[in-house]
């Protein structure tokens, strides 16, 4: 299987809400997110080692995400970049991410080491206050 191919599967492991699925395809000692912290936005807070993942997925339920749809993939070596289009709802407000970008990177036996958002953070620290 391809790298490319376990994003997806993680992809329809997450609209279907099985994150155990997707917590079995990281690396014990994975970095999620730890490039750079958003401040104020919890669903985008560090996270070092598959036992705290977890906590990514308990603060993105904060919001309703209405549209989850990854449509572009590129991969290279041990690295997978996505694309993904993001409707979501949170406080009431309707938010829209047209091209947010996942990042990946793979151990030698297919496991995830490393996450990595794209994102618009301005955009994510006014969901997180509301505006």
Not at 24 to 45: C, H
Not at 49 to 75: D, S, Y
Not at 104 to 119: D, E, K, L, R, Y
């Amino acid at each position: 299987m391809s790298n490319v191919d376990t994003v997806k599967k993680m992809y329809a492991a997450f609209t279907r809400g099985d994150i155990t699925a997707i917590i079995e395809k990281l690396d014990e000692n994975v970095e999620w997110d730890t490039e750079v912290g958003v401040t104020g936005v919890p669903w985008l807070e560090p996270q070092r080692g598959r036992g705290n993942v977890p906590k990514f997925f308990n603060n993105l339920a904060m919001m309703e995400i209405t549209k989850f749809e990854p449509h572009t993939f590129f991969e290279q070596g041990n690295k997978v970049f996505t694309l993904v289009r993001i409707e979501a709802t949170m406080n009431g407000k309707r938010y829209t991410i047209p091209n947010e970008g996942h990042y990946f990177t793979f151990t030698p036996n297919g496991q995830v080491a490393n996450f990595q958002h794209v994102t618009d953070t301005a955009t994510a620290q006014r969901m997180a206050r509301g505006e």
